[in-house]
């Protein structure tokens, strides 16, 4: 245990660590940084949260002493005799202390969910005012609805935690205006076109081998199925549940119904719904429904399903890297997400919109289309125009790989990399 926490914490010999792009949250970090409460992080296996607390220790020994701050994954074995022990956590910290000869002040722990009862343990050392900070990380939305999930109420500030957003993506390119990404479009079109095949997870987008890229996805996928759903929920029918995830990352973003998809698996649907809990809770899986203002008609309705990271689809699907246009769609449901917009819904009464969000009291309906012409044009502006009226939207955008065209008063047709400022205003 000794060697691991060494490992960990290089930062002790005055190294930082070598953390190639720079993440957005690391700011919020900072903000709550002199407030006393725990910092959380939840977010989906790999997508960067170890990195983030990594920057935010890169940050820390600029003013602090290296050895007072103290990290610890526990995705490594070398801990796994504290798993169902959370009391042991203290000898970690009495080792590390042996070690360094300080006192820690500063603490982190990575992939905390796999540590059965972590919150009594939090919760002691918090109300001990033991250290200066906490900051904590987990890979399973669910991480503080557990049986002591009470006893850390009103004691943190939690943050989500999603692969890179484009914007990041193109920051750390420095292409972090408008007019930079026109002086240089041919080669944001080329990371926007391996941003839809192979995700955004930071790993990967530092890559550049298109089969070491696949291998990454392929583990990474297998891992979150096997750790954060499987063992985590302790599904008995791995077949079966694997089966349906294949079935379901090949026909993403496609109306369903437990009930159809029961039909399609042979699976009941009991165990249907059960199996898409628990990739929705490992943040593998989002799921919208249809847009109503009653919200009986919400539950009864149809059904879509959304991958996190179009990297994961590339990885396990047969055929979806052919389909640009579902491939698009799944990466505005995304950036919509990396935005802050957690209530996303669809429309499909009559007329079809992809996706209808809110932004303060207003509702904003995005069409998804990797490009606008002849054979698509006027379904997209249709399905505009009618949602405008049933739904008395006034802001509306048809979201392209980079076409740009100013259709009425009340709709536009944008690139892709302008959604965000346009959702900023």
């Given amino acids: 245990m000794e060697n691991a926490i060494l490992l960990h914490n290089q930062h002790w010999q005055n190294k930082s660590f070598n953390i190639s792009i720079k993440r957005d949250l690391l700011n919020k970090l ?56 959370p009391e042991k956590i203290y000898l970690i910290i009495e080792i590390a202390e042996k070690l360094t000869q300080i006192q820690v002040k500063y603490l982190f722990l990575d992939e905390i969910q796999t540590v059965t009862g972590w919150e009594k343990y939090i919760k002691s ?100 199925l096997i750790k954060d759903c499987i063992i985590n929920k302790n599904i008995r029918d791995n077949k079966s549940f694997k089966e349906l995830a294949f079935y379901i990352f090949n026909n993403l973003a496609t109306l369903y119904s437990y009930n159809s998809l029961s039909k399609a698996t042979g699976i009941n649907d009991i165990s249907v719904k059960e199996y898409i809990n628990a990739m929705q809770e490992a943040f593998l899986l989002y799921e919208i429904s249809q847009f109503s203002f009653k919200i009986k008609k919400q539950l009864r309705s149809k059904r879509k399903l959304y991958s996190i990271d179009n990297g994961l689809i590339t990885a396990t699907s047969l055929n979806f890297s052919e389909n640009k246009g579902k491939l698009f769609e799944n990466f505005v449901f995304s950036e919509l997400l990396k935005y802050g917009y957690d209530n996303i819904f669809l429309y499909n009464e009559n007329k079809e919109c992809d996706f209808i969000i809110k932004k303060d009291k207003q509702l904003i309906a995005i069409q998804a289309a990797f490009e606008i012409n002849t054979k698509n044009r006027e379904r997209e502006i249709n399905g505009l125009l009618y949602v405008q ?37």
Avoid: W
């Fill in 30 to 85: 900072l903000k709550f940084h002199s407030s006393k409460e725990i910092q959380i992080i939840t977010g989906l296996r790999r997508s960067g949260k170890s990195s983030l607390l990594k920057l935010y220790i890169n940050e820390l020994i600029k003013s602090e002493n290296p050895k007072s701050i103290l990290f610890i994954n526990f995705d490594d074995p070398n801990f796994s005799e504290i798993y169902q022990k």
């Fill in 125 to 224: 050392v918090y109300d001990a005012e033991r250290f200066r900070k906490i900051c904590i990380s987990g890979s399973n939305s669910k991480l503080l609805l557990g049986d002591y999930s009470n006893l850390l109420s009103g004691r943190y500030i939690i943050s989500k935690m999603y692969p890179l957003s484009l914007q990041e993506i193109l920051n750390n390119y420095n292409f972090s205006d408008n007019l930079t990404i026109l002086q240089n479009k041919p080669q944001v079109l080329n990371l926007l076109e391996n941003c839809l095949k192979y995700g955004t997870f930071p790993e990967i987008v530092l890559k550049n081998n298109e089969q070491i890229k696949h291998e990454i996805l392929t583990n990474y996928y297998d891992s979150i």
């Fill in 389 to 425: 009226k049933k739904l008395q939207i006034s802001k509306s955008f048809i979201v392209t790989l980079s076409q740009s065209e100013r259709i009425n008063n009340n709709i536009s047709i944008i690139p892709i990399y302008e959604l965000s400022k346009i959702l900023e205003k």
